[in-house]
């Protein structure tokens, strides 16, 4: 199902066929993000949440290999309508623009 206002991003996981120790990871592959949705993760940030990616994977088996994997959907759910206004600026008025000068010394003699 295609989703305009929360667009997704795909990928897969295949078996790691260089694992050489058990510290290294059984599964590896990669998401490709579509320019839309690095678009709603910057809006994410910019609006004071902290970016998080809604992942679903599905069992699939590769036709030239028959080697089983999984395919990734990645997805930014961000409304920006949703999103509470910015504070408001501070107002800045009150505060004097040249500093009062301090009376020194110097300040009482007569010539």
């Not at 790691?16 to 678009?39: C, V």
């Not at 990616?53 to 409304?79: I, M, P, V």
């Amino acid at each position: 199902m295609s989703n305009d206002k929360y667009p997704k991003s795909t990928g897969s996981l295949h078996t790691n066929d260089f694992k050489k120790q058990n510290n290294h990871p059984d599964w590896t592959g990669e998401i490709e993000i579509s320019s839309d949705q690095l678009k709603n993760i910057i809006a994410m940030g910019r609006a004071g949440e902290k970016p998080k990616l809604k992942l679903a994977a599905w069992n699939r088996k590769a036709k030239e290999t028959g080697k089983e994997y999984f395919y990734l959907s990645a997805e930014a759910k961000f409304d920006g309508n949703k999103v509470s206004a910015p504070p408001p600026e501070p107002d800045f008025s009150a505060v004097a623009s040249e500093p009062e000068p301090i009376a020194t010394a110097e300040d009482d003699w007569p010539f």
